[in-house]
Nanobody, 122 residues
């Protein structure tokens, strides 16, 4: 239902754009988010977007470097990542919240998850 792509290996200071293909089963009104999880660490929110109120949140750790966007015509969610550092190395997940009607950065609020795409910054 959610399929991420665009991960890979990049040098510090580089950029990547992650894409998340959203199946039609996931309503366009759902809150969408990007999360990441590094080895030995908890999953953390990176950014969230809720179309209903045009609200976007971005974690402080990536603010000014990462941007979330959604193309409703293509049913695709994006995460533009710039000025990458080794601390951004993680598995990145796309997620959808089918029961909250607001933008949320809480992992527990999301009930649909992709398989993840690895981002490695060296």
């Amino acid at each position: 239902q959610l399929v991420e792509s665009g991960g890979g290996s990049v040098q510090a200071g580089g950029s990547l754009r992650l894409s998340c293909e959203i199946s039609l089963y996931i309503y366009s009104s759902y809150c969408m988010g990007w999360f990441r999880q590094a080895p030995g660490k908890e999953r953390e929110a990176v950014a969230a977007h809720y179309t209903g109120t045009a609200t976007t949140y971005v974690a402080d750790s990536v603010k000014g470097r990462f941007a979330i966007s959604k193309d409703n015509a293509k049913n695709t969610l994006y995460l533009e990542m710039n000025s990458l550092s080794p601390e951004d190395t993680a598995m990145y997940y796309c997620a959808a919240s089918g029961w909250t009607f607001t933008a949320t950065m809480r992992v527990v609020d999301y009930n649909y998850w992709g398989q993840g795409t690895q981002v490695t910054v060296s």
